[in-house]
């Protein structure tokens, strides 16, 4: 509306100067050829020039568009249109990958209809729309492409699930997507948008449904699916802390919950240490100490970890001098494993063996000086009634974790201050 109203004042305006112009002064024309000559008024000239043009550009028009077979002039016209929409497309495309997001969806918008395939064109003159923040030129080109070619709907339902994404359409996006996996299962692009929609919503349980696929089809490297699954197992673990609601269950309907849920999981989730210490943790907190046990007695001899051996250490038994002597084997082969050491020490003091919990104690702080076990110990010579040894503990342990502090100036004592 606006762009007529400008157009309809300018022609007004056009059109007052040209009456001016002719009452002022007509002008003088004067063509000559051999012997032939036409006299006319300049205005009456320009007249002429603009309907012969119009006449000549109507008549070209009939020409061009003569459907007569083999007609070399419609299939002229159709090769230079089809050479002018390939310059115009490749010119938008560049201009896409280099950010002029405006540029892009003109050019690619209008070369759409004489381009070879214009389901390209209107795909990314789509992005470029979104990109430039024209919502709804995006969704009509996105119609349009749908109209053009409906055996592309993959390719368009796909780039509106990433539109969708970039808007934070996150619901739709995921409706869409688990539209297209079930018609397209195994397709890379589908699952990689599902990981991201699903991490964005938080939606740990969907990531773990489509972890099997991701593995098998190669989705992404063995390190990023890795860190993926043990994010995912994380964070499926760590949501059974939240209370359910309704009355709480026993410890023992709670163990065979967890217990459970750890079926589900793959049977790699037994290769990160911070899934299963999660798991051991949740487990002894609810009193699961003998599962918790048998799970972290075969991964130690499995393979050693310093994040889940300190663990062993917090296990309750009837029979605590047991867990002490499957702690007493390991030391033969992790003698200068801290964690072991840390465990031993618990389960010395579980056996009421203070000088060895002492000295298991001391031991795994000589070979890394660490808060917790600092605490530990000095909590327990506090308990056997030495109070400066447990003193000397602490300082020796806080010079050590404080010997790489920098080197910066201090102040003088107040005495020398004082003088």
């Known amino acids: 509306m606006k762009r ?21 002064d007509a002008g003088y024309v004067l063509l000559a050829y051999n012997y ?11 007249v002429g020039v603009l309907l012969a043009f119009i006449l000549l550009h109507l008549m070209l028009n009939l020409l061009f568009n003569l459907r007569l077979p083999g007609g070399r002039f419609r299939l002229w016209r159709s090769a230079s249109r089809q050479r002018s929409a390939r310059k115009k497309t490749l010119q938008g495309l560049l201009a896409l990958s280099e950010g002029d997001w405006q540029k892009a969806q003109r050019t690619l918008t209008r070369s759409a209809a004489d381009a070879d395939m214009p389901i390209i064109n209107l795909i990314a003159a789509a992005k470029a729309a979104q ?62 948008l599902l990981v991201e929609v699903c991490s964005q919503l938080h939606d740990w349980q969907g990531i773990a449904d489509i972890l099997p696929q991701l593995r098998r089809n190669k989705v992404m490297t063995a390190d990023r699916l890795a860190r993926l699954e043990q994010e995912t197992l994380l964070h499926l673990l760590k949501k059974q802390r939240i209370p359910a609601a309704g009355a709480p269950l026993e410890p023992e309907q709670q163990v065979r919950h967890l217990q459970s849920l750890w079926v589900t999981f793959p ?19 609810v009193q699961g100490y003998k599962p918790a046990e048998t799970l972290l007695r075969q991964r130690l001899e499995q393979r050693w970890s310093e994040t889940l051996a300190p663990l062993y250490g917090l296990l309750k038994s009837d029979k605590p001098r047991k867990l002490y002597q ?12 801290p964690g072991l050491y840390l465990t031993l020490a618990r389960l010395a003091a579980q056996c009421s063996l ?11 702080l000589e070979i890394e000086a660490n808060l917790q076990v600092c605490g ?9 009634e030495q109070p400066e040894r447990a003193t000397q503990v602490r300082d020796q342990t806080f010079r050590q974790m404080t010997e790489g502090l920098p080197n910066l100036p201090t102040p003088q ?7």
């Open 36 to 46: 032939t000559t036409v006299e006319t008024t300049l205005w009456v000239f320009i």
């Open 376 to 384: 530990e110990l000095a909590r327990l010579l506090e308990q056997l």
């Open 131 to 192: 990109e430039n923040g024209d919502a709804t030129g995006a969704d009509d080109l996105l119609k349009k492409a749908q109209q053009a070619m409906p055996e592309a709907s993959l390719a368009i339902s796909l780039t509106q699930a990433q539109i969708q994404v970039s808007r934070g359409q996150l619901e739709a996006a995921l409706a869409n997507l688990l539209k297209l996996r079930r018609k397209q299962p195994n397709n890379k692009q589908i699952l990689n």
């Open 354 to 364: 203070w000088s060895e919990a002492v000295g298991f104690y001391e031991r795994s």
């Open 413 to 419: 004592p107040a005495l020398n201050a004082a003088e």
């Open 4 to 24: 007529l109203f400008l157009l309809l004042l300018l022609t007004l305006v056009v059109g007052a100067w040209a009456g001016q112009m002719m009452v002022t």
């Open 326 to 337: 499957q702690a007493q084997h390991w030391l033969s082969q992790h003698e200068q494993s």
């Open 267 to 285: 049977e790699t989730a037994s290769r990160y240490d911070e899934v299963v210490a999660e798991y051991v943790d949740q487990l002894m907190a």
